[in-house]
């Protein structure tokens, strides 16, 4: 299974998503279009999101296709047996007199080590190029004449490979049938046919932060072809990213409880003891900020009877304004280590062990 990831760094904000709860990221690059980003934090399991992902044959995602872009726009998903790999064509409607795209989709998928899902996408083509599938045949062939001719193969390891070997020509004789098949479908479709045809190159990360709570990370760089305004492309690339965006909205739950579940796996701060050097200067020097000269310090008023605050000025430095800090304290109902970010269960937890 060929997966790759996209190591672009993108360099900007999209206009008008700074105070949005997903961020949205753009990078321009000449000719080969724009690469967009979306980051999210989606209240549901990694597991759960993957799948929702994954399952591009959906009543939801065909009705979704159909309000957006009508019911004579072609999609058609073929999923691959005996692979993680699925193939993926749809028709983008564009506004007259830009002409419509047509994509042919290559999807695969990963678990990675840290337990995130990844999915990949690249155009059709790619998964249609045999070499490395003949490679792949004709090396394991040769192997298998090499462990024959030294007569060390026990009947069941022969028999194994021989399965391997009749499920690899299975495999590659089915992705001709279907790349086939789907190229057939875009030139019977007769708006598809008229439309020019673009790629799109990504991929999805999926990365758990809790049991029900998982970032995700969309990254995709699309190719129209032909000549399109940059509004438009611009405009296509940022609906393109909202897909995030109605993910957030499809699986928020209660605040509260996903900041506890959250909590529940927060790792404890550790104690100042195993701080670095530099780490413990910056400790001492917020600590100083607190004089004991309690004459320096002036109440101010509180939006609460339950929290005291003070002010101070600091003493200018040289050529320098003089810096006001604030200070404010209260009584909280909660352990300390909940009130640092741990939950109550956690700390129970701990102090079994």
């Given at each position: 299974?060929?997966?790759?990831?996209?190591?672009?760094?993108?360099?900007?904000?999209?206009?008008?998503t700074v105070?949005?709860?997903?961020?949205?990221?753009q990078?321009?690059?000449?000719?080969?279009?724009?690469?967009?980003?979306?980051?999210?934090?989606?209240?549901?399991?990694?597991?759960?999101?993957?799948a929702?992902?994954?399952?591009?044959?959906?009543?939801?995602?065909k009705?979704?296709h159909?309000d957006?872009y009508g019911?004579?726009?072609?999609?058609k998903v073929?999923?691959?047996?005996?692979?993680?790999?699925?193939?993926?064509?749809?028709?983008?409607?564009?506004?007259s007199?830009?002409?419509?795209?047509?994509f042919?989709?290559?999807?695969?998928?990963?678990?990675?080590?840290?337990d995130?899902?990844?999915v990949a996408?690249?155009?059709?083509?790619?998964?249609?190029?045999?070499?490395?599938?003949?490679?792949?045949?004709?090396?394991?062939?040769?192997?298998?004449?090499?462990?024959?001719?030294?007569?060390?193969?026990?009947v069941?390891?022969?028999?194994?490979?021989a399965?391997?070997l009749?499920?690899?020509?299975?495999?590659?004789?089915a992705k001709?049938a279907?790349?086939?098949?789907?190229?057939?479908?875009?030139?019977?479709?007769?708006?598809?046919?008229?439309?020019i045809?673009?790629?799109?190159r990504?991929?999805?990360?999926i990365?758990?932060?809790?049991?029900?709570?998982?970032?995700?990370?969309?990254?995709?760089?699309?190719e129209?072809?032909?000549?399109?305004?940059?509004?438009i492309i611009?405009?296509?690339?940022?609906n393109?990213?909202?897909?995030v965006q109605?993910m957030?909205?499809?699986?928020?739950?209660?605040?509260?409880?996903?900041?506890?579940?959250?909590?529940?796996v927060?790792?404890?701060?550790p104690?100042l003891?195993?701080l670095?050097?530099?780490?413990r200067?910056v400790?001492?020097?917020?600590?100083?900020?607190?004089s004991?000269?309690?004459?320096?310090?002036?109440?101010?008023?509180?939006?609460?009877p339950?929290?005291?605050?003070?002010?101070?000025h600091?003493?200018?430095?040289?050529?320098?304004?003089?810096?006001?800090?604030?200070?404010?304290?209260?009584?909280?109902?909660?352990?300390?280590?909940?009130?640092?970010?741990?939950s109550?269960?956690?700390?129970a937890?701990r102090a079994?062990?």
């Open positions: 299974m060929c997966v790759w990831l996209l190591s672009h760094s993108l360099r900007s904000l999209i206009q008008g105070g949005e709860p997903v961020e949205f990221y990078k321009v690059e000449g000719n080969a279009g724009a690469w967009g980003k979306a980051v999210a934090t989606v209240d549901a399991s990694a597991a759960r999101v993957f929702d992902r994954w399952c591009q044959n959906s009543h939801e995602y009705k979704d159909i957006c019911a004579d726009a072609l999609r073929v999923h691959i047996k005996d692979s993680r790999s699925m193939l993926l064509v749809f028709l983008l409607h564009l506004p007199p830009v002409s419509n795209r047509v042919a989709t290559w999807l695969t998928w990963q678990k990675e080590p840290d995130s899902f990844l996408f690249g155009p059709m083509e790619d998964y249609a190029d045999e070499s490395d599938n003949a490679a792949e045949i004709t090396d394991f062939i040769a192997k298998q004449k090499e462990r024959r001719a030294r007569e060390v193969k026990t069941e390891t022969f028999e194994k490979d399965e391997d009749d499920l690899m020509i299975k495999q590659l004789a001709k279907h790349v086939n098949e789907l190229n057939d479908l875009i030139k019977k479709n007769l708006i598809a046919s008229k439309a045809r673009g790629t799109v990504g991929y999805w990360r990365k758990p932060l809790a049991t029900s709570v998982c970032q995700v990370t969309y990254m995709a760089q699309a129209l072809g032909g000549s399109i305004p940059s509004a611009n405009a296509g690339l940022k393109s990213l909202g897909i109605k957030q909205v499809k699986f928020a739950r209660n605040g509260k409880l996903v900041d506890k579940e959250m909590r529940d927060f790792a404890s701060p104690p003891a195993e670095s050097e530099e780490q200067s400790v001492e020097d917020c600590r100083s900020l607190e004991e000269d309690v004459s320096e310090w002036k109440p101010l008023a509180s939006p609460s339950f929290v005291t605050m003070w002010m101070k600091a003493p200018a430095k040289e050529n320098e304004r003089s810096i006001a800090i604030g200070k404010a304290t209260a009584v909280i109902d909660c352990p300390v280590h909940e009130a640092a970010g741990e109550s269960e956690t700390c937890s079994a062990r």
